[in-house]
């Protein structure tokens, strides 16, 4: 059974920092790519970020890029997302979420591009 357990939400100030974490079990971590997928209130789910399956190409989407990085470690079955400058848009439940594929040569994803996600962490920044 795949299973996907975030960890690392919290509230915070705009301008600062949070990092969530993702224990992934279940499945062949080092074959599968991972991302991160958030839903603000009232909003539809959004990726945010992937990692292909080596944790050697990243990528985002625009609205992160330059503040979030993602990583992953094929030896401890994680995936983390490191958020710095927070912005009030970012407030959101962040999903961890196993991709369907190993890789993506060109940086647009979609949800269908995941197959599960875990049960969510939330973020909140406010002042």
């Known amino acids: 059974e795949v299973q996907l357990v975030e960890s690392g939400g919290g509230s915070v100030q705009p301008g600062g920092s949070l990092t969530l974490s993702c224990v992934a079990s279940?499945?062949?971590?080092?074959?599968?790519?991972m991302g991160w997928i958030r839903q603000a209130p009232g909003k539809g789910p959004e990726w945010v970020s992937s990692v292909n399956f080596n944790g050697r190409v990243t990528h985002y989407a625009d609205s992160v890029k330059g503040r979030f990085t993602i990583s992953k470690n094929n030896a401890g079955n994680t995936v983390s997302l490191q958020m710095t400058s927070l912005k009030p848009e970012d407030t959101a439940v962040y999903y961890c979420?196993?991709?369907?594929?190993?890789?993506?040569?060109?940086?647009?994803?979609?949800?269908?591009?995941?197959?599960?996600w875990g049960q969510g962490t939330q973020v909140t920044v406010s002042s």
């Open positions: 279940g499945f062949v971590f080092d074959e599968t790519a």
């Open positions: 979420a196993k991709a369907n594929i190993a890789r993506k040569l060109a940086g647009t994803w979609s949800l269908d591009d995941f197959d599960t």
